[in-house]
């Protein structure tokens, strides 16, 4: 949801800037701009299209960047406006006096426009950005910091800002509240950015901003204000990602390096949290066994692939018989419906980013019902991490494809501990299953590593269908959150119409789409519910939609229902999530690639959501 970069102290901003923008790509790459403070005025360069172009642009107008002191750059994610150049940001006040990006949603822009306009003051663009920028030139009389809290009072709404004022050269000057933006220092300059990892090639200690906080930005160093104007001590949060992180490798894609990084993650996570065959998370979550013994309700919410991951717990707890009253629901549902509870509720927010507007909202509903909140983010330093209760960091190390899914992994890996951590202090675990379900976690990353090496059958498969007009993906009980995860990575980086579903519902009204251009990818490991999942495969086949299974090594047999089978490992039935994943990730990323997407930036999407 947009990227941003500042910088002020260094000779060369305008590669720093450029770089920063690169880096944040993902998080919105419909256009993108940089304002230069130079010594004789501010140069506002801005294109439609990705950082690259810009950077060629720049590059042929560098004569023209020289002596930079300060700079400010954008890459957008659209909301208010078409995608145009005139739109895209940095925007620049009438009178010149302001230079401004912005990441969020200022929801009163169409009011303060309207009073604006009716004082004589002319706007170019259809942005909700521009209100907030012709307000401050309005407001300033010299006086920065009154004028940015006047700004900061005025303004409803989602927003990181990031200005540079004419007559300021030198100086930078940020707002936040609900949108992220993060500061740091580092050998004589400044740095601001929407993500961390734009930041980690000049230092690792980070001053995260908090909501309702200002900041003031010179080549001396950085001050913190609150929105009335009081100055705030900071401490930085050391952030232990390697820049090499970031980097793309020998890969294509991210996307295929971080699929490849999943057995490393699943390990770490493993490693983590386990004491050879016993979960222990004393350490890493600080919820009191006397707390977690009162438990008697237990809700997961979180968005998107999150989501699914909570879907893949709520399955394992079931399976477990435990008594508790387990609840998943979307964020942005959670929020409106009358459901959140305190008391003997454990509620557990699940977010990569730790930046999803409806998470967080979710989150601070939830924990002022008393709800003892639990978030697992990838972020350290995120919003989540910093407001909620407690946190469980996943280990997936920074992801930066569009599309989740080391971080899925990650997610599903830390839930399925703290399920079988509090399962343990409720005494509804037995020494078997958690013997039995760590032993299998622990066997997990060889098996998704055999799993990996099979990517040339899976890359056949998706040449071979990527002309289907969509696709199925159909499961029963712990495939379920998989069917949703295959489906929504072949939406998003294949753009092909996909659909998931329980399997014994396709009778009831999807199973009318199929016919030979339909393919379903049904999953149908070994366990009780193979022979009515292949019932279902069965009715599916009678309609002429083309089969591919995801089948149970060993498991000949499938080959006769199927024009297609890939075979996955054997393993726990309620870890299955972890190994069937794999195949369904492969196919949708060869079946992009197939079709031509741009996979790590498929379109319409953007990384991080951080509007409601
Ligand atoms: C899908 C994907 C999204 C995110 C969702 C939540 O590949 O990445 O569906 O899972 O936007 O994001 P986080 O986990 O950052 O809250």
Request: glycine share 8%; charged share 25%; hydrophobic share 40%.
């Amino acid at each position: 949801m947009c990227g941003i970069m500042g910088c002020v102290g260094k000779t060369d901003i305008r590669k720093i800037i450029l770089n920063g923008l690169a880096q944040q790509e993902y998080r919105g790459y419909d256009s993108a701009g940089l304002a230069l403070r130079c010594p004789d005025g501010v140069r506002n360069i801005k294109i439609v299209g990705r950082v690259c172009q810009l950077a060629k642009l720049v590059e042929e107008r560098a004569s023209d960047c020289e002596g930079a002191v300060s700079g400010i750059g954008h890459t957008r994610w659209a909301t208010h406006g078409g995608v145009t150049v005139t739109n895209a940001h940095p925007h620049e006040s009438c009178d010149g006096m302001v230079t401004l990006v912005h990441n969020g949603i200022i929801e009163n822009a169409r009011e303060i426009r309207a009073e604006l306009v009716r004082n004589g003051v002319t706007f170019v663009t259809e942005t909700d950005t521009e209100s907030p920028c012709q307000l401050l030139a309005q407001i300033y009389d010299g006086d920065a910091l009154t004028a940015m809290s006047e700004l900061c009072g005025s303004l409803t709404g989602a927003f990181a800002l990031v200005i540079m004022f004419r007559d300021r050269p030198g100086e930078i000057w940020c707002a936040r509240r609900g949108s992220p933006l993060v500061v740091a220092r580092a050998d004589g300059a400044s740095y601001c950015a929407s993500d961390p990892t734009a930041l980690l090639d000049y230092t690792h200690d980070l001053f995260f901003m908090e909501e309702g906080e200002m900041a003031f930005l010179t080549s001396d160093g950085c001050k913190f204000f609150g929105f009335d104007g009081a100055e705030r001590a900071k401490t930085s949060i050391r952030l232990d990602w390697d820049s090499v992180m970031t980097d793309k490798g020998r890969y294509d894609h991210f996307m295929r390096k971080e699929i490849e990084e999943q057995p490393d993650v699943l390990r770490l996570t493993i490693d983590a949290h386990t004491v050879v065959t016993s979960v222990d998370m004393a350490k890493s979550l600080k919820i009191s066994s006397d707390v977690l013994k009162k438990i008697r309700r237990v809700q997961f919410v979180a968005c998107g692939t999150s989501h699914y991951a909570t879907l893949a717990a709520r399955d394992i707890m079931e399976s477990l018989d435990c008594e508790l009253d387990i609840m998943t629901e979307v964020a942005s549902e959670y929020r409106y419906r009358n459901i959140a509870r305190g008391g003997d509720t454990l509620a557990v927010f699940v977010s990569q980013s730790g930046e999803t507007a409806d998470t967080l909202a979710a989150m601070r509903l939830a924990s002022s019902k008393g709800a003892h909140c639990v978030a697992i983010t990838n972020v350290r330093g995120s919003t989540i991490d910093r407001e909620v209760e407690h946190t469980l960091l996943s280990l997936a190390g920074p992801e930066i494809g569009v599309a989740a899914t080391k971080t899925f992994t990650g997610q599903v890996g830390i839930l399925a501990l703290l399920v079988l951590h509090l399962l343990k202090e409720l005494g509804a675990l037995s020494t078997n299953d958690e013997a039995r379900l760590i032993g299998g976690l622990r066997s997990l990353p060889a098996k998704l590593q055999s799993m990996l090496e099979r990517e040339p059958e899976i890359e056949a498969l998706a040449r071979k269908y990527s002309d289907s007009k969509g696709f199925f993906f159909i499961g029963r009980r712990e495939c379920v959150p998989l069917t949703m995860e295959g489906a929504l990575k072949m939406k998003e980086i294949a753009y092909l119409p996909s659909e998931a579903y329980a399997a014994g519902e396709m009778k009831h009204g999807p199973i009318a789409m199929l016919d030979e251009k339909l393919t379903v990818v049904a999953l149908v490991p070994e366990g009780d519910l193979r022979e009515k999942t292949l019932s279902n495969v069965e009715e599916c086949r009678a309609r002429n939609a083309p089969i591919i299974l995801i089948a149970t090594e060993g498991d000949e047999d499938a080959r006769s229902y199927a024009n297609d089978v890939i075979f996955v490992p054997r393993t726990e039935r309620e870890l299955f999530t972890l190994i069937g994943l794999i195949p369904l990730q492969l196919f949708a990323y060869h079946t992009a690639r197939t079709l031509g997407r741009d996979i790590d930036m498929p379109r319409n999407l953007a990384k991080s959501v951080t509007v409601e």
